[in-house]
């Protein structure tokens, strides 16, 4: 987190010049100075670095230099969008891709087993913005069901603004969700039945089925939650990157989350905008490996001891 | 009539090349509260009778032919939902390894009372206390307690008892024992056959065990199958086959194992083994390169290597505060000498420490305290690179496992070849191959083997491989840690063999690591015994086995398995 925070505090060092970008052509020298001292960039860099911490642990990022609101307000009206939209889209691959990965694992040689898994090469393999633009095509052109950008009508709650309490939110939300849930829910498939097939073959599997219990018992109860183990922690990460790497599906939607301020920031070298999404993700990422570590000890009776 | 009786098994595992028959003509027949034993090295199609009778061959095994007969009830043609009320509640099945067994993430409350359920008719309290019961028939101490524990809180012979509970649990009349003990230590070992011995006894279960280890048979069974690629060789009571066997398999088998009662200077030459050596174009060490007169400037000291008060410990719990941590102590202050030219043994339980002593040795491990001395240098104490190299070069090893010690993505002659270029120790690559080429035939592979890759390669072969680049530094000092307990005991037989005739033709000085009394025995010319990571008794071999001095060591030979007790 730290490592990101001196990146992400670098940025302002290096990527051109805060005072050229706040003041006019016509200022002068004085000023310049002037405003530098006010500003503290001429303190050292230890002390800087020191404030930009300060800041940020308070959520203060200072102000966007091209909106010239401030950052913080910026990304609260964002990132519920974003999150909504990653949250959706991890449960949709979730849901649907631990039982595709167990029904192909257990049903190997069956006909739609092989279809499923000739169906997850196509998923990963196809670029992401590409199904984005072809279920616009094909939803939003020519059925003309679904909005082909947006968010749709929001709700404010006051401290979030949510497009899951109308028929039009959710209209829009659903095609960049499934875009972006195809590519890890192909990955989870794929993930679930190779573990799961290892599983199966372990030693307890097999005493488990010479003691004669009931098969359901033996996939479920006995593999799969084995299954889970090793699996949750790519699952995690995953999840992370769809927060983190939704940009392409924000673009092909236009969805007015932090993917397409970030995009738009780079276009102006916008850095306090920068360094704040940085770091928020970093952020988010820090949380997600907590999380997944707090549910290893949950599943993994082995990591309880001591 | 009889319990369990199987009539011409035969099983196949097709393959597109053809099909790999693993048994056949298989006739066996078992009485209620009788042990027969089958016995027979790796391959010999053992455990893949037990896993037919249940219908548990791996895929693609097939019984194409045959009939299984459970209490005159013919059983091997049954649908899966029938076959499954058999498994476990008339046949139980104990499988080799403890460890993998058990389900990781369940409580043994959880398994146990799973089974009892799936089999009998009882409300969940009742299978509890009969979980409990089990528990406590198969002397888990303190069974309502450690019920709700997890496989891992319980140690490896714990385990094998949660497992034979487990396989007992909805009564069964025939237990299959696939090499229920191969996985434990002797004394655990020791322990478990009793236990078997004696719900065998009480319950009046039929019970089939599949063991390559005679010491077992010889222990436990009141009959004997010998099996031999395949195919039944002899059956016989347990006297009648160890005593006086009639097929000349049983005897050669027989004869290698290593005799705990005497030591004889060779094991006799074993037939019926496929992999006898192919080129015995033996060299002549006098004039060899392997036996050149070596360089190393020898301090002439009695001692080729001395340990000295060497101290090894693990970290097992981390803290910032360096009084919190935790350690384990795997080797405390060891001190021991070995001669120039003799077979040093160390013997000891598993987690005894001989391996880390073995590794602190040759310097893998950096001893935590202590000194190492071979040849008067003291090794802890050298700094550069150079000097490390030149005394790693005299000193060699040879590991456990034949299968992850050899480098799959290399040729076998790149993998001789390798320590000796890396050495310097011939002047052009032509003498480096010819040098690996006469290696490899002296250890009995032939030159051919320098062009194939590891995986080609048997056990016992690699394990000739794991020599001949052991050999190809000119060392004088070998450290063998297990050379032989992943090997069959044909094959060990050889492989000692081959051991002791270099080590006379070369006069090496060995450390021999085992676990294995009776190899020891035929090996070692003085023994240091392990326990706890601390030595507990140092003698010669002969005087250990004759006439032991600590309690600790007459444990041990005490659970030496017999194998002759006619």
């Known amino acids: 987190m730290l490592a990101v925070a001196f990146i992400a505090f670098a940025m302002f060092q290096f990527v051109g010049d805060p005072i050229s970008n706040l003041v006019g052509q016509d200022t002068s020298t004085e000023e310049r100075e002037q405003l530098k001292q006010d500003l503290g960039l001429n303190d050292s860099i230890v002390v800087q670095f020191g404030h930009f911490i300060g800041n940020a642990v ?48 257990l049903r190997r040689d069956s006909w739609l087993a092989q279809g499923f898994m000739t169906l997850s090469l196509i998923g990963i393999s196809l670029p992401t913005f590409l199904i984005g633009i072809f279920l616009i095509l094909f939803f939003g052109v020519m059925l003309q069901w679904l909005p082909t950008f947006g968010r749709g009508e929001t709700v404010d709650l006051g401290w979030w603004t949510t497009g899951f309490l109308t028929v039009s939110g959710w209209k829009s939300l659903i095609m960049p969700a499934i875009t972006l849930a195809i590519f890890q829910m192909t990955l989870i498939v ?55 790497f939704a940009i392409i599906t924000e673009s092909v939607f236009q969805w007015p989350g932090m993917g397409l301020l970030f995009i738009q920031a780079i276009e102006e070298v916008d850095i306090p905008i920068m360094s704040a999404y940085l770091l928020l993700i970093a952020f988010v990422f820090v949380l997600i490996n907590l999380i997944v570590d707090v549910l290893y000890y949950a599943i993994d009776p082995r990591l309880r001891m001591n | 009539m009889s319990l369990l009786k199987i009539e011409g098994m035969r099983v196949e595992f097709p393959s597109r090349r053809g099909s790999i028959v693993a048994t056949k003509n298989v006739n066996l027949e078992l009485a209620a509260g ?148 191969t996985a434990l230590d002797v004394s655990i070992q020791a322990q478990i056959l009793d236990l078997m011995r004696k719900l065998v006894k009480e319950t009046g279960v039929g019970m089939i065990i599949i063991t390559h ?5 010889s222990d436990i069974c009141d009959r004997v199958m010998v099996m031999y690629r395949g195919d039944v060789v002899e ?22 194992v290593p005799r705990p009662d005497k030591r004889i200077d060779r094991f006799p030459l074993v037939e019926y083994i496929e992999e006898a050596g192919v080129a015995q174009r033996s060299i002549d060490v006098k004039t060899h390169w392997l036996g050149e007169t070596r360089d190393f400037s020898s301090n002439k000291s009695e001692f080729l290597l001395s340990v000295k008060n060497l101290e090894m410990r693990f970290m097992t719990y981390n803290s910032i505060l360096p009084s919190r941590r935790k350690y384990l102590r795997a080797v405390d202050d ?33 001893p935590h305290a202590g000194h190492v001395f071979f040849d008067g240098t003291d090794l802890t104490a050298l700094s550069s690179r150079k000097a490390v190299n030149h005394y790693r070069r005299q000193m060699q090893m040879i590991f456990q496992d034949p299968f992850s010690s050899l480098n799959g993505r290399m040729r076998v002659g790149d993998i001789v070849a390798e320590p000796i270029k890396f050495h310097k120790l011939a002047s052009s690559n032509a003498e480096v191959k010819s040098i690996v080429g006469d290696l490899l035939d002296h250890v009995g592979l032939g030159a051919v083997a320098a062009k194939k890759f590891p995986h080609e390669f048997s056990g016992g072969q690699r394990q000739r491989i794991s020599i001949a680049r052991a050999l190809a530094t000119r060392p004088r000092f070998l450290i063998c840690d297990e050379p032989t307990s992943a090997l069959d005991v044909s094959i060990q037989a050889q492989v000692l063999n081959l051991l002791k005739d270099l080590q006379e033709e070369l006069s090496l000085t060995m450390l021999f690591i085992s676990h294995d009394l009776p190899v020891i025995r035929q090996v070692c010319d003085r023994v240091a015994v392990m326990r706890n990571g601390k030595l507990v008794e140092v003698a010669d071999t002969e005087e250990l086995f004759e006439n032991p001095q600590t309690e600790y060591s007459k444990h041990l030979l005490d659970l030496m398995p017999r194998l002759v007790k006619v």
Do not use: W
Not at chain 1, 58 to 84: H, M, N, W
Not at chain 1, 221 to 236: E, M, W, Y
């Open chain 2, 213 to 217: 280890d005679m010491g077992v048979i």
């Open chain 1, 58 to 105: 308070q959520g203060e990022f200072g102000k966007s230099y091209r909106l010239r609101k401030p950052v913080k307000e910026l990304i609260a009206e964002r990132f519920p969008a974003t999150l909504e939209l990653s949250l959706l889209s991890a449960f949709i691959a979730l849901l649907v891709g631990i039982p595709m990965g167990v029904y192909t694992a």
């Open chain 2, 334 to 366: 060891v001190s021991f000498d070995i001669k120039a030219g003799e077979v040093f043994g160390l013997v000891g339980e598993s987690g005894s420490g001989k391996s880390t002593v073995a590794r602190m040795i040759s310097g893998i491990y950096k």
């Open chain 1, 190 to 244: 794929r993930l679930i039945r190779a573990e799961m097939l290892e599983v199966l073959r372990s030693d307890y599997i097999k005493f488990a089925r010479a003691r004669g219990l009931k098969e359901r018992s033996i996939s479920f109860s006995h593999a799969l939650k084995n299954t889970l183990v090793p699996v949750i922690t790519i699952i995690g990460l995953q999840i992370g990157s769809l927060i983190a």
């Open chain 2, 235 to 256: 059956v016989g009571t347990t006297r009648k086959i160890l005593g006086n066997p009639d097929h000349p398999y049983t005897k050669s088998l027989i004869s290698a």
């Open chain 2, 34 to 181: 009788e042990i027969l034993g089958i016995v027979g090295e790796s391959g010999a199609g053992k455990s893949t009778i037990a896993n037919a009778v249940l219908d548990l061959l791996d895929p693609p095994g097939i019984m194409p032919e045959g009939k299984v007969f459970l209490e005159g009830e013919r059983i091997d043609s049954l649908p899966l939902d029938e076959m499954r009320k058999i498994r476990g509640r008339r046949i139980g099945m104990i499988f080799q390894d403890p460890l993998t067994s058990l389900n990781p993430l369940q409580t043994i409350q959880h398994q146990l009372v799973e089974t009892i359920t799936t089999h009998l008719d009882v409300t969940p309290e009742q299978a509890l206390e009969r979980a409990i019961d089990m528990l406590d028939k198969v002397g888990i101490p303190d069974p309502s307690e450690r019920i709700g524990n997890y496989p891992h809180q319980f140690s490896g012979g714990m385990r094998q008892r949660v497992v034979i509970a487990l396989s007992l649990c909805a009564d069964p009349d025939v237990i299959l024992a696939d090499e229920p003990t």
